[in-house]
């Protein structure tokens, strides 16, 4: 029975360090394809469009890690590898789905990000992160 807990605990906690490490590789990638570095933006200038951005994503990867471990529950390997390879899949994903937004709009990323007032493509940008999440939950689920 306390051996059980203990691979419990084990499997939690090596699910919730993928998930972690998934989530700051996302964070890198949005840091990698906006202007100027990002942690700054966030803290010291809060720019409220990069918050929106940079959540979204969190939450994207977050949704598509979820779907990943639910839909591999009974095989732990099996569940741990395919949540890193759908985790980067989705980050992917999202990225692409930044530099297409992009490419057919006016303006350039750090209109979006730098504004004191919310720009209309951040919220574009945050839907498609929070909807390629879902797509790939539903076909992983």
């Known amino acids: 029975m306390f051996a ?36 700054v933006i966030l803290w010291q200038e809060k720019s409220k469009n990069a918050a929106i951005l940079v959540a979204s994503d969190l939450l994207g990867v977050a949704i598509i890690v979820i779907a990943a471990i639910r839909a591999s529950a009974d095989d732990f390997v099996f569940g741990i590898i395919s949540t890193l390879v759908f985790g980067i899949v989705g980050i992917i994903l999202m990225a692409l789905s930044f530099l297409l937004i992009d490419a057919f709009t006016p303006g350039k990323l750090g209109d979006m990000i730098t504004p004191d007032s919310f720009h209309p493509e951040v919220w574009v940008n945050a839907s498609a992160h929070v909807g390629i999440a879902g797509i790939m939950a539903a076909a992983l689920l």
């Open 4 to 39: 059980d807990l203990i691979l419990e605990i084990g499997i939690v906690l090596s699910y919730a360090v993928s998930g972690l490490a998934l989530m700051l590789i996302g964070y890198f990638v949005v840091d990698l394809l906006t202007p100027g570095k990002l942690h």
